[in-house]
Nanobody, 120 residues
Framework: QVQPVESGGGLVQAGGSLRLSCAASGRTFSRYSMSWFRQAPGKEREFVAGINWSGVINYADFVKGRFTISRDNAKTTVYLQMNSLKPEDTAVYYC??????????????WGQGTQVTVSS
C-alpha cells in the first residue's frame, strides 16, 4: 500500500509557476500509477494528469502544454510542474496512487490535498 502526501501548494499570480510534490511511502511505489486531481470550490474533482509505472502519461486537455507530470522512483515522489497558471487553476490538488498499469480515474489511495491559489 502507498500513502501519498502532497506539498508545494501556495499563492501565485496568474502567469506564474508552481511545482507540486507527492511523496508516497511504500516499497512498491515503482509499480503504482500516480495521478493528480483537483477540486475547485463548488465543482467536482477532476483528473489533471497521470503517469504509470512504465512512463505512459495522460493529461487533461485543459493542462496540455502548461503542466508536466514526472516521477522519481528512487525518491518515491511524483511531481506536477505547473506553468502559465490561470485563476481557473485555483483548486485543492490531490495526489493519488493506483497499483495498476492503467491510469484510472478512481485510484484507491489518496493524499489530503494541497491548496493552489492563482490570483489575477
Amino acid at each position: 500500500q502507498v500513502q501519498p502526501v502532497e506539498s508545494g501548494g501556495g499563492l501565485v499570480q496568474a502567469g506564474g509557476s508552481l511545482r507540486l510534490s507527492c511523496a508516497a511511502s511504500g516499497r512498491t511505489f515503482s509499480r503504482y500509477s500516480m495521478s493528480w486531481f483537483r477540486q475547485a470550490p463548488g465543482k467536482e474533482r477532476e483528473f489533471v494528469a497521470g503517469i504509470n509505472w512504465s512512463g505512459v502519461i495522460n493529461y487533461a486537455d485543459f493542462v496540455k502544454g502548461r503542466f508536466t507530470i514526472s516521477r522519481d522512483n528512487a525518491k518515491t515522489t511524483v511531481y506536477l510542474q505547473m506553468n502559465s497558471l490561470k485563476p481557473e487553476d485555483t483548486a485543492v490538488y490531490y495526489c493519488a496512487a493506483d497499483p495498476s498499469l492503467i491510469i484510472t480515474r478512481t485510484p484507491p489511495y489518496w493524499g489530503q490535498g494541497t491548496q493552489v491559489t492563482v490570483s489575477s
